[in-house]
Nanobody, 127 residues
Framework: QELLVESGGGLVQAGGSLRLSCAAS????????MAWFRQAPGKEREFAAG????????RYADSVKGRFTISRDNALNTMYLQMNSLKPEDTAVYYC????????????????????WGQGTQVTVSS
């Protein structure tokens, strides 16, 4: 089991940037793919970006590709999401998640990740 704590959210105007962080506790962070999901009010949680165990492979939702960059520092047990050119449609609570198994690739389905989302971090993009 790991504890995942998101931070870095806030209020930003359209076109601005934010950098989210996900700090993980435990000894197995390095072995698992990680991902950022987001959930807007009244909508289901959706995949935004994912990264494999080593950081060599990344995947992005079409809606964020070219604007968001996911990365990880296994030495610090931390994952990041650099968000540039933010749009109002990016407004959501952002959650980090750890894959439930040692997948070789980058899973994108919520069911492939541990169901322990924590509180997330709120990102609000104004027009």
């Amino acid at each position: 089991q790991e504890l995942l704590v998101e931070s870095g959210g806030g209020l930003v105007q359209a076109g601005g940037s934010l950098r989210l962080s996900c700090a993980a506790s435990g000894r197995t962070f390095r072995s698992y793919a990680m991902a950022w999901f987001r959930q807007a009010p009244g909508k289901e949680r959706e995949f935004a970006a994912g990264i494999n165990w080593s950081g060599a492979l990344t995947r992005y939702a079409d809606s964020v590709k070219g604007r968001f960059t996911i990365s990880r520092d296994n030495a610090l047990n931390t994952m990041y999401l650099q968000m540039n050119s933010l749009k109002p449609e990016d407004t959501a609570v952002y959650y980090c998640a750890r894959a439930s198994e040692a997948y070789k690739a980058v899973p994108t389905r919520a069911t492939d990740f541990l169901d322990s989302w924590g509180q997330g971090t709120q990102v609000t993009v104004s027009s």
